[in-house]
Structure formats: C-alpha cells, structure tokens
C-alpha cells in the first residue's frame, strides 16, 4: 500500500494486452446478531474506520482511489459524442402529447391477431399483453372494472395469506376502482383515451403517484417529504388512461438489489417464494411477474430495473440517462439513476416507453438527445437490419459467472439469433471493468448519501435498516478527492465503450452473474449483508448507470432449478429503438424456452 500507480492516457491503452480480472467482492455475509454488531462496529468513532479502511484495502479501493494518477479530465455526469440516426425507426417527436406517441407506436408494432392470442386452439402464451387488454375492452369481453375486482381480490387474497411479503406498500381498493369506472365510461362511450386506457400499472415507491405518499422503502421518508402530485413520468401515463393501483415494495431507498425489506416484508420471486426477486425495484417485478399487471415504473440506479427483471423472467428495459424527465422522482439530482419500465413483453415495455419519454428542459440542452424514436417493427425492412447488427461480445466477462448454465443459455439464444437473422457477434475486448465497478459504487454512494445526511446528523441513522447503515457507513468513508477521481475513471471507461461502438451496435451479456438466490429465514426480520451476492447480481449491469447508456433485459429461459435466466444488450446513447429491435426478436425466439412462474399466478383475462 502507498506505492503510486501512473495510469497512461486512455488513446494510449494497449488493448491487446488487457487482462480480464474475474470480479470478486471480499466482505464478509452477515444477518441476523452478527449484522447488528458488525453495524455496531461501523457506526464506532473508534472501531468504524479501522473497520472500513481494511475492507477498502482488501477491495484495492484505496490504492485506485488514493495512490493511482488518473490523467483524464472528470466527467461529472455523462457526456455523449453525437451518435448515427438509428435505421429502420418511426421519429416520435418528444414534445407531442404522449396520447399521440403512443398511437404512433401502436403501429410500430406488428399487426395485432387476435384469432393467435384468443383462440382456444392456439398454444399457450405467458402473459396478457397490453394490447390484449385493449381488444378485450373494446370488443366487450370484459371491462376495467371487472378486471379491477379480480385484481383487488388476487391482492386482497395474497396479503392475507402472505401479509409478510408484500408486493404493494400502499394500496387502494376504492381509488383503483374510482379509475376504472372512469375507463369502463370511456369504454362504453366509445371514447377511449390510447392503448393504455384501462390498463394497470404499479408504480415504485420512490416515484410520487399523488394521492400516495413516497417512502423509498423506509418507515418514514414520507414524514419528511410531501407529495402533492404526480412525478412527470406518471402524470403522462395517468394522461393516457392507465390506471394507476399504488406504490410497489422496494429495497429501502433503493440501496440494495436483493429487495430484502425488514420495514414492509420482502416481495418474493414469483417462480419461487424462497427466493429474492432481486432489487432494488422488487415489488414492481413481483408484481409484472406474477400477472398482476403488464407493466410497472421503476428506476434503476445500479440495475435496479434490470437486476429483478432478469430474476423474474420479464422484461426491464434501462432508458439513456437524461431520456426521461426525473421530475417527481426521489433520486432526482444523481448522475446514474433513471426512471424505467418493467413489462411483461418487449411491445409491452415499448409502449410504456414511448408514453413515459421525454427529457426534461435542462437536460434538452446540456446532453442535446437524439430524436426519440421507435423501431419499426412492422416493417418488412426489419429482417434485414437484423441482418446486419453486429453484437459485442467480451467473452471472459460474459463468462465470468457463478454457473455456467447462465452464459451457456445467453450464448445459445445468441446464436439462434445469429441463426435466424444472420446477426454478427464479434470479439471486444473492454478495460478496466473493476476500475469501472469502483468508479459506480463511489459516485452511486455519495449521490445517495448526501440528501441523507441531514438526517443522519440530527439523529435519525438508526431508523433505517441495518444493510442501509451499513452503505451508508462505507458511503461516508470516501472523500471529495475519492468521488473526482471516480469521475476521471468514468470519463476513460466511456472512451472505451464508445470504442467498441464504432465496432458493434450492441454490447451482450448476461444480466446478472446468478439466478435468484435464496432468503436466509434470519434476513426477513433484520436485513442481510452480503456484498458476494451483491457482486454477481450487479456484475454486468454498471455501464448502463456509470455511463447513462440504454440496456435492455430479455429473458431467454431457465436454469436447471427453473429459475429465470435474462439477457443483457446494451446499446449506444439513445438508441434505444435499436435494443428495442434486437429484443423483440430474441423474446419471439425464445419465448418456447419460458415458463410461467411456478409459485404465483394470476389471470386477471379469464374468459370461462
């Protein structure tokens, strides 16, 4: 320790002579009485740094962030070099009333049939799609108010039978139906809003849906910020008819990505009830997953959407930093997190999107974004841009997981869509990825810590759970000097990304190092900490958040224990139209791997 490291110039990295370092996290598993004291231990004046500093030795934290000389300048947030139009996609002009967006995406779509997705004969489907509920409302097969009553009752059904693992932390029966007898109106007047109209969509606890209050998962957030109205990205979708059933269960204040919640109980993977559903946006998977609804807001930070999309076997789709208006949401103000969309299907996400879309003023002008647009995918030119997309691969990364069986299946599904379409994929090699995974957890930390602090200070540390306190003890640790040299690794990691992009169009991994693992009995009351795990959920999801680029979670199939297996792509800065493409044609050739989850399902389109 304490011998000084000269990085050379990022133009100047020789990238043959890269060795990939497998990703381990060495820090001690703790729940129960030994994650108490070693919380303890942390928040002691005496013992906490002593503690601490050893943990970021072992890590090589210090020696990045201390004794190495970085020459790039910082990138305080990030910056996009202007990027290609995208081929093969329908301009969605962000200024227009997200109602006209999404009637232009309606027709992106490919032709809706509905003789494949209700006949008796067809084969079986996973989930209901957005447009299915939308054919069943307009051509009299059911209504939002009677849909409504069968989701009340599934809820209602569920929380007195698992009250200790909720999907839902604040829910309204008579406000969800006061929305869908509004939608059975508009149905029965032949005036429909959009394809959204009547359409159930829960919302994340850290995003503002007025009349609910925003816990981020604590037990009082709430008492110190007041909502009086929706966040940006909700108020477009209550604009288009969604309804809106409350705010879904998360890991406290999005500091984690199991979904662990001492405060509101643990929301449980779908395909297995002992198991996580990864976070920290856990309720709103659960809730997609489980049939509840085709699609659910979260915000992703640090895979927070895509990490409990890939573990629960839908879809979670990672929009560029900036995109969206964070307007309304708690994190508003970082430089990682942004709000997302979890859906049961690729159309599904894609439509959500074009509703939600929109940057906000101040970012139009300080990122300047591409055009939003959608994939044409009703074109008869889309089989010949997939024809030629070249796909990123990094084989030692994408192989360094905890089972085989993950990159197996995610190179399979590669390959049948190499196959079929006569996509490339080609060999990348990319730098500094534990580098990388420093530079994020540094940035995400004191991002998160600083709004805190106030309250940490006046004495209210101990009302949150002990796996935050224990982030919160780390985050406190880095200094001003630690986060700019965070922020000169962010701009040498974007350089080599943007290298790979003038080779490729998009980067593929798994989404996550593991399937969902299992609860320990004694972290339900008190919370866990257990950065190994922590390691391989997070492994592949960091560019996306570090660098602000779009990525998209496609699930692909199942391990040898039937749990969800998730694809990663990751894709230029705003070309989220291109992912949107490539994901479509890897669910429709995948679809036949998928199961629907084994430990809870509803149909809420039951037709007998």
């Known amino acids: 320790m304490g011998k000084m490291k000269v990085m050379p110039p990022v133009e100047e990295v020789d990238l043959s002579s890269v060795k990939y370092q497998p990703q381990k996290i060495d820090a001690p598993h703790l729940t129960g009485f030994s994650l108490k004291l070693f919380v303890w231990l942390m928040e002691s004046p005496v013992l906490g740094p002593l503690i601490i500093s050893a943990l970021k030795n072992q890590n090589k934290m210090t020696q990045l ?20 139009p995208e081929q093969g996609v329908v301009l969605v002009d962000e200024e227009r009333d997200p109602i006209d967006r999404l009637h232009t995406a309606t027709y992106a779509l490919p032709k809706y049939d509905p003789s494949i997705r209700w006949s008796k004969e067809s084969p079986p489907f996973l989930y209901w799609k957005i447009r299915d509920y939308a054919h069943a409302y307009r051509h009299n097969i059911t209504t939002p108010s009677l849909v409504a ?17 909720p999907m839902l932390i ?27 109209d009547g359409i159930f969509i829960a919302i994340k606890d850290d995003v503002d849906c007025y009349p609910f209050p925003s816990r981020s ?24 008819g969604a309804i809106l059933i409350g705010k879904a269960n998360m890991h406290e204040l999005g500091l984690g990505v199991t979904g662990n919640n001492p405060n509101h109980g643990t929301a449980r993977n779908p395909h297995a009830l002992d198991r996580y559903t990864g976070g920290s946006s856990s309720g709103p998977a659960s809730i997609v997953s489980s049939g509840l609804c085709p699609a659910a807001i979260g915000t992703d930070g640090g895979g927070s959407v895509r990490i409990p999309s890939s573990l629960c076997g839908i879809v979670g789709l990672k929009t560029t930093y900036g995109r969206t208006d964070m307007t309304g949401v708690v994190c508003d103000g970082g430089t990682v997190e942004v709000v997302s969309q979890l859906a ?12 939600i879309a ?15 647009s959608l994939p044409t995918l009703s074109s008869s030119d889309n089989l010949n841009i997939l024809q030629s997309v070249k796909l990123g691969k990094y084989s030692e990364w994408f192989h360094d997981v905890s089972n085989t069986e993950i990159s197996t299946k995610c190179e399979d599904a590669l390959q049948l869509l190499c196959s079929t379409f006569g996509s490339q994929i080609e060999e990348i090699v990319l730098p500094e990825l534990e580098e990388m995974r420093t530079a994020h957890i540094v940035s995400i930390g004191s991002e998160s810590l600083f709004p805190l602090n106030p309250y940490c200070l006046e004495g209210r540390r101990s009302d949150f759970t002990l796996d935050t306190r224990t982030s919160l003890a780390l985050f406190g640790s880095f200094s001003a000097s630690d986060y700019v040299a965070c922020q000169r690794l962010r701009r040498r990691i974007m350089y080599y990304f943007m290298e790979a992009f003038k080779k490729v169009d998009i980067i593929v991994t798994p989404t996550t190092g593991m399937t969902s693992p299992k609860i320990p009995p004694s972290a339900l009351k008190v919370g866990e900490s257990d950065y190994d795990v922590s390691g391989y959920l997070m492994r592949f999801v960091q560019p996306g958040n570090l660098l602000g680029l779009p990525a998209i979670s496609v699930p692909i199939g199942h391990d040898k224990d039937g749990l969800p297996i998730g694809l990663q792509l990751i894709g230029r800065p705003w070309a989220e139209a291109s992912l949107l493409r490539a994901a479509f044609a890897l669910e429709e050739l995948c679809l036949k791997f998928r199961n629907r989850p084994s430990g809870i399902f509803f149909n809420l389109l039951t037709t007998s």
């Open 358 to 372: 929109g940057s906000s003023p101040s970012d139009k002008i300080s990122l300047r974004p591409s055009p939003l």
């Open 344 to 355: 049961a299907s690729v159309e599904d996400a894609m439509l959500v999107y074009s509703a």
């Open 65 to 84: 962030l201390r004794y190495t000389l970085i020459p790039e300048r910082p990138m305080y947030r990030p910056e996009f070099p202007p990027q290609e």
């Open 149 to 165: 009553e069968q989701l009340i009752s599934a809820i209602k059904e569920w929380s007195t039978t698992n009250s200790s693992m």
């Open 217 to 240: 998962g604590t037990s009082w957030f709430d008492q110190v910020r007041k909502v009086d109205k929706d966040a940006t990205c909700v108020a477009r979708l209550r604009k288009c």
């Open 170 to 196: 604040h829910f309204n029966p008579d406000n969800v139906r006061s929305q869908a007898e509004a939608s059975t109106s508009r149905f029965v007047e032949g005036k429909p809003i959009s394809i959204l």
